[in-house]
């Protein structure tokens, strides 16, 4: 399709079942209205009204508008000259004329690649419309003056939403590709995309889940958390895994990982070539891994003293046992390098520091003051309607949670997928990433609950005594263990500036090292992909901005990087060790049963 008369508006074939189809259309809309309030009519009746306390940040934002009027005006003679500088444009395409665009997409977004977005003079302008009327959105709510910077942030959020749900991409009218597929299926693709709806909305007991891959695709054990091990130690939050080795020597010290609650582990073990606990297992460690239980309603007590004492330093006592060595060297993975931070503390102020080798923090927060968009969800409104709900359940939900996240790359992780089930009519692809991203999991209202008050809004885990676990003060100065602490470059849960702070809080021995990539690849980067680069500096100045500016890059993946750095730490080679030769006995091969529990 381009500017000549190959378009949908220029030739409109009408097939004989194309009038079924949409009265097959009509009549599955009805149907998905009605399973929709059917599921949702109680909770329609109790929910609030505002959820995400928006009304109140976006009437001060109108009312500071409308106090300087003439700044208002300048803006929408802006938007105005825009337009005529677009609609100029449009008229001498359409009369032949060769033009640049007023304005084009930000370099990465993926939504308009379809040659028809440039090609077509419709389909350019409606493009350029809608990204100047963005940018224009952008531009008011940044500019506005006098508002409260956390406000001021959330406002710029869910104006990011509103635009990104009303991008003409979204709209079968006002997309190309899903134009064509309508003319050329004779409008199957929407009578199928509308199956792929009420499939989502059934799955989801009336709340959308909108699949992002093939979920029959992958099943746990079989074709994804393959590596070899045996479940060792079990209690009621965790399972501990042993990997079986693969060399006939290794490292003296062993290897605990200590991973995410709000995930599942197996992020660390998706398949043989990009699996961080086969390239550690390959390396020489005997690694451990901690499998936490997806939580039901009878654990909505659970506190976080709980996950140090019966999930980390439970851990720790099971590797002792395992392998009768006194020293762990312990990773800590995103919200697990937090709990680590604490226990951590914990062992210091018990004398029993001397139990970590070393510890290594995985795009992990301590300090909470800069934690990024995160932070948008925590002011006192939300948080009082999240702990109404958690009392309700015994819970955060996990959908909730992930919906979350996938807020934060909206266009990546909602909208493609949208268009790509519901208005093309296709089946998602299977991807092992995505199948954990959708792997949701629960957690207990009194550890969520304590997590999101005491770290995120009042940022106490960094102030000495701050905070109380296991009954002990908790002041992250007295970590004097080696420490090693990694960040993604473009992470957008764990800003890499909010992870550098650690360095200036412990003692000791401290290496920083910034990987390229986001919160999941900046972590899974095998070195036989060569992919990304990493950053590395042996100062550790104030921030993490002035670290950068004398940071060296190298090529490749970060991982051999900490094992040159983690290896001198773990004593010498000894043959290899097998689940089971401990004191610890096999209970089950691994990954285990808590991993496999999955709600809908």
Same mark, same amino acid.
């Given at each position: 399709?381009?500017?000549?008369?190959?378009?949908?508006?220029?030739?409109?074939?009408?097939?004989?079942?194309?009038?079924?189809?949409?009265?097959?259309?009509?009549?599955?809309?009805?149907? @998905?209205?009605?399973?929709?309030?059917?599921?949702? $009519?109680?909770?329609?009746? $109790?929910?609030? @009204?505002?959820?995400?306390?928006?009304?109140?940040?976006?009437?001060?934002?109108?009312?500071?508008?409308?106090?300087?009027?003439?700044?208002?005006?300048?803006?929408?003679?802006?938007?105005?000259?825009?337009?005529?500088?677009?609609?100029?444009?449009?008229?001498?395409?359409?009369?032949?004329?060769?033009?640049?665009?007023?304005?084009?997409?930000?370099?990465?977004?993926?939504?308009?690649?379809?040659? $028809?977005?440039?090609?077509?003079?419709?389909?350019?302008?409606?493009?350029?419309?809608?990204?100047?009327?963005?940018?224009?959105?952008?531009?008011?709510?940044?500019?506005?003056?006098?508002?409260?910077?956390?406000?001021?942030?959330?406002?710029?959020?869910?104006?990011?939403?509103?635009?990104?749900?009303?991008?003409?991409?979204?709209?079968?009218?006002?997309?190309?590709?899903?134009?064509?597929?309508?003319?050329?299926?004779?409008?199957?693709?929407?009578?199928?995309?509308?199956?792929?709806?009420?499939?989502?909305?059934?799955?989801?007991?009336?709340?959308?889940?909108?699949?992002?891959?093939?979920?029959?695709?992958?099943?746990?054990?079989?074709?994804?958390?393959?590596?070899?091990?045996?479940?060792?130690?079990?209690?009621?939050?965790?399972?501990?895994?042993?990997?079986?080795?693969?060399?006939?020597?290794?490292?003296?010290?062993?290897?605990?990982?200590?991973?995410?609650?709000?995930?599942?582990?197996?992020?660390?073990?998706?398949?043989?070539?990009?699996?961080?606990?086969?390239?550690? !297992?390959?390396?020489?460690?005997?690694?451990?891994?901690?499998?936490?239980?997806?939580?039901?309603?009878?654990?909505?007590?659970?506190?976080?003293?709980?996950?140090?004492?019966?999930?980390?330093?439970?851990?720790?006592?099971?590797?002792?046992?395992?392998?009768?060595?006194?020293?762990?060297?312990?990773?800590?993975?995103?919200?697990?390098?937090?709990?680590?931070?604490?226990?951590?503390?914990?062992?210091?102020?018990?004398?029993?520091?001397?139990?970590?080798?070393?510890?290594?923090?995985?795009?992990?927060?301590?300090?909470?003051?800069?934690?990024?968009?995160?932070?948008?969800?925590?002011? $006192?409104?939300?948080?009082?309607?999240?702990?109404?709900?958690?009392?309700?359940?015994?819970?955060?939900?996990?959908?909730?949670?992930?919906?979350?996240?996938?807020? @934060?790359?909206?266009?990546?992780?909602?909208?493609?997928?949208? !268009?790509?089930?519901?208005?093309?009519?296709?089946?998602?692809?299977?991807?092992?990433?995505?199948?954990?991203?959708?792997?949701?999991?629960?957690?207990?209202?009194?550890?969520?609950?304590?997590?999101?008050?005491?770290?995120?809004?009042?940022?106490?885990?960094?102030?000495?005594?701050?905070?109380?676990?296991?009954?002990?003060?908790?002041?992250?100065?007295?970590?004097?263990?080696?420490?090693?602490?990694?960040?993604?470059?473009?992470?957008?849960?764990?800003?890499?500036?909010?992870?550098?702070?650690?360095?200036?809080?412990?003692?000791?021995?401290?290496?920083?090292?910034?990987?390229?990539?986001?919160?999941?690849?900046?972590?899974?980067?095998?070195?036989?992909?060569?992919?990304?680069?990493?950053?590395?500096?042996?100062?550790?100045?104030?921030?993490?901005?002035?670290?950068?500016?004398?940071?060296?890059?190298?090529?490749?993946? +970060?991982?051999?990087?900490?094992?040159? +750095?983690?290896?001198?730490?773990?004593?010498?080679?000894?043959?290899?060790?097998?689940?089971?030769?401990?004191?610890?006995?096999?209970?089950?091969?691994?990954?285990?049963?808590?991993?496999?529990?999955?709600?809908?």
């Amino acid at each position: 399709m381009s500017d000549h008369q190959d378009s949908p508006a220029a030739a409109f074939p009408y097939p004989k079942d194309f009038t079924e189809n949409w009265l097959k259309i009509a009549t599955r809309s009805q149907q @998905l209205i009605g399973d929709f309030l059917q599921h949702n $009519e109680s909770f329609m009746k $109790e929910a609030h @009204l505002d959820p995400l306390n928006l009304s109140r940040a976006f009437l001060d934002m109108t009312n500071r508008l409308m106090a300087n009027p003439q700044k208002f005006v300048e803006s929408q003679v802006s938007l105005w000259q825009d337009y005529m500088k677009l609609w100029q444009s449009a008229s001498l395409r359409a009369l032949g004329h060769e033009t640049a665009p007023v304005i084009e997409p930000d370099k990465g977004d993926k939504r308009f690649r379809d040659k $028809e977005w440039t090609e077509n003079q419709v389909f350019d302008f409606i493009k350029q419309s809608y990204l100047l009327s963005s940018r224009w959105l952008r531009n008011t709510v940044a500019q506005t003056e006098g508002l409260d910077e956390h406000e001021a942030k959330k406002l710029d959020f869910y104006t990011r939403q509103f635009i990104d749900a009303l991008s003409p991409t979204n709209f079968a009218l006002t997309n190309p590709e899903v134009l064509n597929k309508t003319i050329e299926t004779g409008g199957e693709n929407l009578v199928k995309g509308l199956e792929n709806l009420l499939a989502d909305l059934e799955r989801g007991k009336g709340r959308l889940a909108i699949r992002q891959t093939d979920l029959d695709a992958f099943k746990i054990g079989e074709n994804i958390a393959t590596t070899p091990g045996k479940v060792v130690f079990r209690n009621e939050l965790i399972e501990l895994i042993q990997y079986a080795p693969t060399t006939k020597t290794v490292y003296e010290t062993p290897l605990l990982i200590i991973p995410p609650w709000i995930n599942k582990y197996y992020i660390l073990d998706l398949k043989p070539e990009n699996s961080l606990i086969k390239w550690l !297992v390959d390396q020489g460690y005997t690694t451990f891994v901690i499998s936490w239980r997806n939580v039901d309603e009878t654990m909505a007590e659970t506190t976080l003293d709980d996950y140090m004492l019966k999930g980390a330093v439970a851990a720790m006592d099971a590797v002792k046992k395992a392998t009768g060595e006194e020293q762990v060297s312990v990773i800590g993975y995103c919200i697990g390098g937090t709990l680590l931070a604490a226990t951590l503390a914990y062992l210091a102020a018990k004398d029993k520091a001397g139990r970590i080798a070393a510890a290594t923090f995985l795009v992990a927060q301590v300090d909470f003051s800069e934690a990024g968009e995160l932070k948008l969800f925590i002011d $006192e409104e939300q948080l009082a309607a999240m702990e109404k709900m958690m009392a309700e359940k015994g819970y955060h939900d996990g959908h909730a949670m992930a919906t979350t996240f996938n807020m @934060l790359r909206s266009n990546d992780l909602i909208w493609s997928f949208v !268009v790509n089930n519901y208005l093309m009519g296709k089946d998602p692809f299977p991807f092992d990433l995505l199948y954990w991203n959708s792997d949701s999991t629960r957690v207990p209202r009194a550890a969520h609950e304590f997590y999101l008050r005491e770290m995120y809004q009042k940022n106490n885990l960094v102030k000495p005594g701050g905070i109380t676990l296991g009954g002990v003060p908790i002041d992250l100065h007295q970590v004097s263990v080696p420490t090693y602490i990694q960040a993604a470059e473009t992470d957008h849960i764990c800003p890499y500036p909010s992870v550098y702070k650690a360095t200036q809080l412990y003692g000791g021995e401290r290496r920083f090292v910034l990987a390229g990539s986001g919160h999941i690849a900046g972590v899974v980067n095998p070195p036989a992909a060569k992919k990304y680069h990493y950053y590395t500096n042996d100062a550790l100045p104030a921030t993490a901005e002035e670290w950068l500016i004398e940071a060296t890059q190298h090529k490749g993946s +970060w991982w051999p990087d900490w094992h040159h +750095w983690n290896a001198p730490r773990c004593g010498q080679k000894v043959p290899a060790r097998t689940p089971g030769d401990g004191k610890l006995k096999p209970l089950e091969d691994a990954p285990g049963s808590y991993v496999k529990v999955r709600y809908s």
